[in-house]
Nanobody
Framework: QVQLVGSGGGLVQTGGSLRLSCVGS????????MDWYREAPGKQRELVAT???????NYADSVKGRFTISRDNAKNTVYLQMNSLKPDDSATYYC????????????WGQGTQVIVSS
């Protein structure tokens, strides 16, 4: 099973930007969907962004127009570019691979924490 490790989180001011990366231990070529989720303290983990192998993307309404998901299969990496960050974006961000039915095919990646100060 592919192991995923997230990185790129940190402390940023409102309106700032961060780029998260999620690197697989081996090829993600055959993983149809790669997702970014986030979990804030006291809240359920929520799906933030999705990208298929064909490059189709989907976003939670709360991040549309501000976040961009991309993937570079040659580097076994998925990215999440986050712009115009808000305090509500503060959470630990996780990546996950899944199949066309959105059933997980990887374990949860190591999370990376994002803190947006007001």
């Amino acid at each position: 099973q592919v192991q995923l490790v997230g990185s790129g989180g940190g402390l940023v001011q409102t309106g700032g930007s961060l780029r998260l990366s999620c690197v697989g231990s081996r090829s993600i070529d055959n993983i149809y969907i790669m997702d970014w989720y986030r979990e804030a303290p006291g809240k359920q983990r929520e799906l933030v962004a999705t990208i298929t192998n064909g490059g189709d993307t989907n976003y939670a309404d709360s991040v549309k127009g501000r976040f961009t998901i991309s993937r570079d299969n040659a580097k076994n990496t998925v990215y999440l570019q986050m712009n115009s960050l808000k305090p509500d974006d503060s959470a630990t961000y996780y990546c996950l691979g899944s199949n066309a039915h959105h059933n997980p095919v990887t374990a949860w990646g190591q999370g990376t924490q994002v803190i947006v100060s007001s």
